[in-house]
């Protein structure tokens, strides 16, 4: 296992243990954009089969080869997608978790439909209310994770968020664990290389991390 592998793991596995949970239920989502062949390889032989990508061309330029010799592996999209990139996105990911609006719900259950396919999604939730994120409202949660689940047949599986980068990220979270309660959802994708351990005491299921795993990214 590489090191930097192997110590992201260790302290998930202690902000879980500390927060009275199983290390099993946290789950990490390396997040391999930008970063090649020759980074990532390492990663996949150390064992890791989960990974977050930011962008649909990048993904398909990197992991059908990886996925030849690695097929176990589980691909999140966790970057913002546009509606003329869905049918690809669907082919590629086994998870889209940035699900922000009707249109591109829509979009969705209709390639799901004329392709045959099932993917879990995430609702990204705008838990900041910041102008510049994507993500549906708050307020506005509720009745859109009703559009995917019961009018489009969206299989909601989880939430996302992204919460200001200044400031404690707790009160986010718990904002994004409460709307996950409501609507009766087990998956909270939150927590990132410099708030992950916040993000697992608050309920995260899945951590996005990045550069503690595989360094800084080329052009950073």
């Known amino acids: 296992m590489t090191r930097a592998l192997e110590k992201v793991l260790n302290k998930i596995a202690t902000a879980a243990e500390s ?19 020759d980074v ?13 990508e930011n962008r649909v061309q990048e993904a398909a330029e990197k992991w059908p080869a990886l996925r030849q010799k690695f097929p176990d592996v589980r691909l999140h999209l966790i970057g913002p997608l ?16 940035t699900v922000d609006r009707p249109k591109l719900a829509r979009a969705l259950a209709r ?10 999604v995430y609702v990204q939730v705008n838990v900041g209310r910041e102008e510049q994120k994507a993500g549906i409202a708050p307020e506005e949660a509720d009745d859109f994770i009703h559009l995917c ?10 939430l996302m968020c992204i919460p200001p980068a200044e400031g404690d990220p707790a009160p986010y979270f718990d904002l994004l664990a409460e709307i996950a309660r ?8 939150m927590g990132m290389s410099g708030d992950f351990e916040t993000a697992i005491r ?7 991390i990045g550069t503690a ?3 800084t990214r080329p052009g950073y």
């Open 19 to 37: 927060a009275g949970r199983p290390p099993e239920d946290v789950k990490l989502v390396a997040v391999s954009k930008v970063h090649g062949l």
């Open 40 to 52: 990532i390889t390492p990663v996949l032989e150390a064992g890791q089969r989960l990974f977050g």
């Open 82 to 97: 546009q509606t003329n990139k869905v049918r690809q996105a669907v082919h590629l990911f086994d998870v889209i978790e």
């Open 111 to 120: 390639i799901f439909e004329e392709e045959g396919l099932r993917r879990d």
């Open 149 to 158: 689940r019961d009018e489009l047949g969206l299989t909601v599986a989880g």
């Open 182 to 189: 409501r609507n009766d959802i087990n998956i909270l994708s």
């Open 202 to 208: 608050h309920g995260a299921t899945h951590v996005r």
């Open 213 to 215: 795993v595989f360094g």
